[in-house]
């Protein structure tokens, strides 16, 4: 086994050391094949600082899904756990478990139900819930958070920058600046999250579009330092796409030098029977270059010419280059309206990087376990309330007000049905005595969130499209409240206990608490 091997890096190996010293003391104790319960959730939204999420877009699941299927404990894998050895130099892990690995090591008998790519989800509601024996269950752990937390971070600033910019394309620029082969799962993640297109060639090849750029400043300057200049660079890029022609203005003087020249060069491509396409800012005060280069191109006879920005933008400076257009186009004869429709929007570090909340707070945690052939819930005790788990075997379940939109996630355990009673008791997950009524009256649906995505090493739900998983994520943010969608202080959307639901995590909270006064050996009390 080489140690720069990559395959083995990311492959089963790609857990945390206390997964596998969990999952030998679970096979030594005769727990490994005991059926278990994990859910995936996470406990807050990003907080960007300035600004705030008030939703996230769920993404990565069908990437975890293709690592669990190419993921075993192989022979190599087991020959390199067979070296490890404790700090006395015996081996680490047993030879009778490094042969149960051997021959049921994989993630086949995983069954795993999940609310789909691409759908608005909240804090501490289940995105995905695994069931399957102990042992392997409890390995999954550490992967299925590197696939499913960092997407959903992408997905969910992506849509939040699709939102600010009113319907303009948004581009992915961000591979340079990501966080390695991650960028991969970024600029997916990115496009689930309404982003257009991405420059990435490679992602942009797996997933069935196009890759989109201009070219760089160092074209400009290649020809600026050999004595040909702007305009000749121009022109160059210009003969060899006339039909993609987008030149990046801002290398020597935008207003001066970069517009005039492109505008030289887009009369010439006219000429030659072809239309350009636009160009690109990328450094200054972008919404009055926009504004002042809409002018020019106008008065030029290329209205249609799109103008993409770029440089360091996220949902806010987009905002704000907007809300700077909507004030001042006017003044120098520019259709604010007619500009922002022309507009694209290119945008890397702030977004693959997710630039003030770089890391999603997804946990998995156990819920429940098979004792005496029944689910026995599992809790966690914490002094910080926020992080009590919801346990019990559950379900997920969006209410949509009179309004049709929604109003709250529900979680019931499995056995419920809350449609069946004339009202509902919700209660928040962790505040004692914090609940509210929901009359049926009032509700106009009721929906279940999960679906079966995987059961015994079969796919379920198929392959969805970006197209797919996009229209997703519009429909739900078509159906949620403007307010939880605002970029900044957006409203609390409730996610919310059953009743059951509340007195189970209540009951065993109690009951853990009191067990451990009673197992407290006395003399840890004494002063």
């Given at each position: 086994?080489?140690?720069?091997?990559?395959?083995?890096?990311?492959?089963?190996?790609?857990?945390?050391?206390?997964?596998?010293?969990?999952?030998?003391?679970?096979?030594?104790?005769?727990?490994?094949?005991?059926?278990?319960?994990?859910?995936?959730?996470?406990?807050s939204y990003p907080d960007y600082g300035m600004h705030q999420a008030g939703y996230a877009v769920t993404a990565g699941l069908e990437w975890l899904l293709d690592w669990m299927e190419q993921s075993s404990f192989d022979a190599s894998v087991i020959e390199l756990l067979r070296s490890k050895t404790t700090s006395t130099g015996k081996?680490?892990?047993?030879?009778?478990?490094?042969?149960?690995?051997?021959?049921?090591?994989?993630?086949?008998?995983?069954?795993?139900?999940?609310?789909?790519?691409?759908?608005?989800?909240?804090?501490?509601?289940?995105?995905?819930?695994?069931?399957?024996?102990?042992?392997?269950?409890?390995?999954?752990?550490?992967?299925?958070?590197?696939?499913?937390?960092?997407?959903?971070?992408?997905?969910?600033?992506?849509?939040?920058?699709?939102?600010?910019?009113?319907?303009?394309?948004?581009?992915?620029?961000?591979?340079?600046?990501?966080?390695?082969?991650?960028?991969?799962?970024?600029?997916?993640?990115?496009?689930?999250?309404?982003?257009?297109?991405?420059?990435?060639?490679?992602?942009?090849?797996?997933?069935?579009?196009?890759?989109?750029?201009?070219?760089?400043?160092?074209?400009?300057?290649?020809?600026?330092?050999?004595?040909?200049?702007?305009?000749?660079?121009?022109?160059?890029?210009?003969?060899?796409?006339?039909?993609?022609?987008?030149?990046?203005?801002?290398?020597?003087?935008?207003?001066?030098?970069?517009?005039?020249?492109?505008?030289?060069?887009?009369?010439?491509?006219?000429?030659?029977?072809?239309?350009?396409?636009?160009?690109?800012?990328?450094?200054?005060?972008?919404?009055?270059?926009?504004?002042?280069?809409?002018?020019?191109?106008?008065?030029?006879?290329?209205?249609?010419?799109?103008?993409?920005?770029?440089?360091?933008?996220?949902?806010?400076?987009?905002?704000?280059?907007?809300?700077?257009?909507?004030?001042?186009?006017?003044?120098?004869?520019?259709?604010?309206?007619?500009?922002?429709?022309?507009?694209?929007?290119?945008?890397?570090?702030?977004?693959?990087?997710?630039?003030?909340?770089?890391?999603?707070?997804?946990?998995?945690?156990?819920?429940?376990?098979?004792?005496?052939?029944?689910?026995?819930?599992?809790?966690?005790?914490?002094?910080?309330?926020?992080?009590?788990?919801?346990?019990?075997?559950?379900?997920?379940?969006?209410?949509?007000?009179?309004?049709?939109?929604?109003?709250?996630?529900?979680?019931?355990?499995?056995?419920?049905?809350?449609?069946?009673?004339?009202?509902?008791?919700?209660?928040?997950?962790?505040?004692?005595?914090?609940?509210?009524?929901?009359?049926?009256?009032?509700?106009?649906?009721?929906?279940?969130?999960?679906?079966?995505?995987?059961?015994?090493?079969?796919?379920?739900?198929?392959?969805?499209?970006?197209?797919?998983?996009?229209?997703?994520?519009?429909?739900?943010?078509?159906?949620?409240?403007?307010?939880?969608?605002?970029?900044?202080?957006?409203?609390?959307?409730?996610?919310?206990?059953?009743?059951?639901?509340?007195?189970?995590q209540s009951e065993l909270v109690t009951r853990a608490r009191e067990t451990a006064r009673d197992v407290a050996d006395p003399q840890l009390s004494e002063p």
């Amino acid at each position: 086994m080489q140690p720069h091997d990559r395959a083995t890096a990311e492959g089963i190996l790609l857990t945390d050391q206390y997964q596998l010293s969990m999952a030998q003391l679970y096979f030594r104790e005769g727990l490994h094949t005991r059926p278990a319960q994990f859910d995936y959730f996470f406990r807050s939204y990003p907080d960007y600082g300035m600004h705030q999420a008030g939703y996230a877009v769920t993404a990565g699941l069908e990437w975890l899904l293709d690592w669990m299927e190419q993921s075993s404990f192989d022979a190599s894998v087991i020959e390199l756990l067979r070296s490890k050895t404790t700090s006395t130099g015996k081996p680490f892990y047993d030879e009778t478990f490094l042969e149960w690995l051997s021959e049921h090591g994989d993630l086949g008998s995983i069954v795993m139900r999940a609310v789909p790519e691409g759908r608005v989800v909240h804090a501490n509601a289940p995105v995905a819930v695994v069931e399957g024996p102990l042992i392997m269950g409890q390995i999954l752990e550490t992967s299925l958070l590197n696939h499913l937390n960092y997407p959903t971070l992408i997905a969910t600033k992506a849509s939040r920058m699709v939102g600010a910019a009113r319907g303009g394309p948004v581009l992915e620029f961000g591979v340079r600046r990501g966080p390695g082969s991650g960028s991969n799962a970024g600029a997916r993640a990115a496009m689930i999250g309404g982003a257009a297109f991405t420059s990435n060639v490679g992602i942009s090849q797996v997933l069935g579009y196009d890759p989109k750029g201009t070219h760089a400043h160092s074209m400009v300057q290649a020809y600026m330092a050999v004595g040909a200049g702007e305009l000749e660079a121009f022109r160059a890029f210009a003969r060899s796409y006339p039909d993609d022609c987008v030149l990046l203005v801002d290398t020597i003087d935008t207003l001066d030098s970069g517009v005039p020249n492109a505008i030289t060069v887009f009369k010439e491509l006219r000429v030659a029977g072809h239309e350009p396409i636009g160009i690109r800012l990328d450094s200054g005060d972008l919404a009055y270059l926009a504004i002042r280069s809409a002018r020019e191109l106008n008065r030029a006879g290329f209205d249609q010419c799109q103008i993409v920005l770029s440089s360091n933008l996220d949902e806010l400076a987009i905002w704000q280059i907007l809300s700077q257009i909507d004030a001042e186009a006017s003044r120098y004869g520019v259709d604010p309206k007619a500009l922002i429709a022309r507009l694209v929007y290119g945008v890397g570090t702030r977004l693959i990087t997710s630039a003030g909340h770089a890391a999603l707070d997804g946990v998995y945690k156990l819920a429940a376990i098979e004792n005496d052939g029944e689910w026995a819930p599992a809790i966690k005790v914490s002094e910080n309330p926020e992080k009590v788990p919801t346990p019990g075997d559950k379900r997920v379940w969006r209410v949509y007000d009179n309004r049709g939109l929604a109003t709250a996630d529900v979680i019931t355990q499995s056995d419920e049905d809350p449609a069946a009673s004339t009202s509902m008791q919700l209660f928040h997950p962790h505040r004692p005595g914090s609940h509210r009524t929901l009359r049926q009256a009032d509700i106009s649906g009721l929906e279940p969130l999960h679906a079966d995505v995987l059961a015994k090493g079969e796919r379920l739900a198929g392959r969805p499209s970006i197209d797919e998983m996009r229209a997703r994520r519009q429909a739900d943010l078509d159906r949620l409240d403007p307010g939880v969608r605002r970029l900044i202080n957006p409203h609390v959307y409730h996610v919310s206990l059953s009743a059951k639901t509340k007195a189970l995590q209540s009951e065993l909270v109690t009951r853990a608490r009191e067990t451990a006064r009673d197992v407290a050996d006395p003399q840890l009390s004494e002063p």
